[in-house]
Nanobody, 124 residues
Framework: QVHLVESGGGLVQAGGSLRLSCAAS????????MGWFRQAPGKEREFVAA????????DYADSVKGRFTISRDNPGNTVYLQMNSLKPEDTAVYYC?????????????????WGQGTQVTVSS
């Protein structure tokens, strides 16, 4: 059981950076694989990045590799998404999610808990 709250979204120009945070409640945060998904209007929710509980294994969507970095702070019950070199096509609502288990996953039905989302808008 975990509750997730995202923050850090906003408006940024193309080429800029933004850092999203996801605060998790409960005592079991470090036992979950954490991920980020995003959803643009008219599109399916898509996988962005994931990180296992130990923080030593990562997975990224091809569209964000080299630009986005996922990290986590287990004592602080927080997961981050550092987004650099942002593009207009990165515009979406970004969702933090948690998965029971020790490995990343790329499909939303493999995740168990979801935050409310935070809007990221990249202007050109």
């Amino acid at each position: 059981q975990v509750h997730l709250v995202e923050s850090g979204g906003g408006l940024v120009q193309a080429g800029g950076s933004l850092r999203l945070s996801c605060a998790a409640s409960g005592r079991s945060f470090r036992l979950y694989t954490m991920g980020w998904f995003r959803q643009a209007p008219g599109k399916e929710r898509e996988f962005v990045a994931a990180i296992i509980w130990s923080g030593n294994m990562f997975d990224y969507a091809d569209s964000v590799k080299g630009r986005f970095t996922i990290s986590r702070d287990n004592p602080g019950n927080t997961v981050y998404l550092q987004m650099n070199s942002l593009k207009p096509e990165d515009t979406a609502v970004y969702y933090c999610t948690a998965r029971r288990g020790t490995s990343p996953a790329r499909t939303e039905n493999e995740y168990d808990y979801w935050g409310q989302g935070t809007q990221v808008t990249v202007s050109s």
